[in-house]
């Protein structure tokens, strides 16, 4: 069975803390995603990579970076954590290639910063 | 850039009937693909349907069926004889069918099926 796993369901930073959430998938994809969930505005794409060492900035990469060392790790950083960074972070994976394919998710991690 | 809208922030309806959530979507691309993720309360986001934009038949999944016009650029979700593990957000997502495999989302739409 298809799975996507992140190391925190439930975190609590200080501001300017260097904050580090993981993300596993074991279904050998290459394609993975980091989006951040807020009310109202849905799923927004921080960061995707698209093989390992590879990355590309989403549509709200300010704040954050990301690593990709092994192919089924991927994981995003917040360098120095802010308050407007207290979010709902879901990781997905898929396969390559143009088809539709779906994107995998894992079960969130909800992240207060304080 | 593609956007993708759901007017509707909630929905309520009673078990065994049947609702559709709206979405519509802004694109200059021809062949692209459309989906519809389910989020129940604190469980992972799953795919409920999806559908390619150059297959003119609407797709169906069990009770799950989609009214797809692409000349209006809506692609709304049908829920058959809703059932009380269909309360959930649900999510309105476009891709195009070139370049990377980025999801563009709505805002979604909380359903809530009472007994």
């Not at chain 1, 690593?67 to 407007?84: D, G």
């Not at chain 1, 207290?86 to 910063?113: D, H, I, K, N």
């Not at chain 2, 979700?77 to 997502?93: E, H, N, P, V, W």
């Amino acid at each position: 069975d298809v799975k996507v796993t992140q190391s925190s369901r439930y975190l609590v930073k200080r501001t300017g803390e260097k904050v580090f959430l993981e993300c596993v998938q074991d279904m050998d994809h290459e394609n993975m995603f980091w989006y951040r969930q807020d009310p109202g505005l849905g799923l927004r794409l921080i960061y995707f990579s698209y093989d390992v060492k590879m990355k590309e900035k989403g549509d709200i990469p300010e704040g954050y970076s990301v690593s990709r060392e092994k192919k089924e790790r991927f994981s995003l950083i917040l360098e120095s954590a802010s308050t407007n960074q207290t979010s709902m972070y879901l990781c997905a994976s898929s396969p390559p290639g143009q088809g539709p394919y779906e994107q995998y998710f894992g079960p969130g991690t909800r992240l207060t910063v304080t | 850039a593609q956007t993708v809208t759901q007017s509707q922030p909630e929905m309520s309806v009673q078990e065994a009937e049947t609702v559709t959530l709206s979405c519509t979507y802004d694109t200059s691309e021809n062949n692209y693909y459309l989906f519809w993720y389910k989020q129940p309360p604190s469980r992972q986001m799953i795919l409920v349907i999806r559908q390619e934009a150059y297959k003119q038949q609407n797709a169906t999944e069990n009770r799950f069926s989609v009214n797809f016009q692409k000349a209006a650029k809506s692609f709304s979700l049908k829920i058959s004889d809703s059932q009380l593990g269909d309360t959930a957000m649900y999510f309105c997502a476009f891709r195009g069918a070139q370049g990377a495999q980025k999801l563009v989302f709505g805002q979604g739409t909380r359903l809530t099926i009472n007994p």
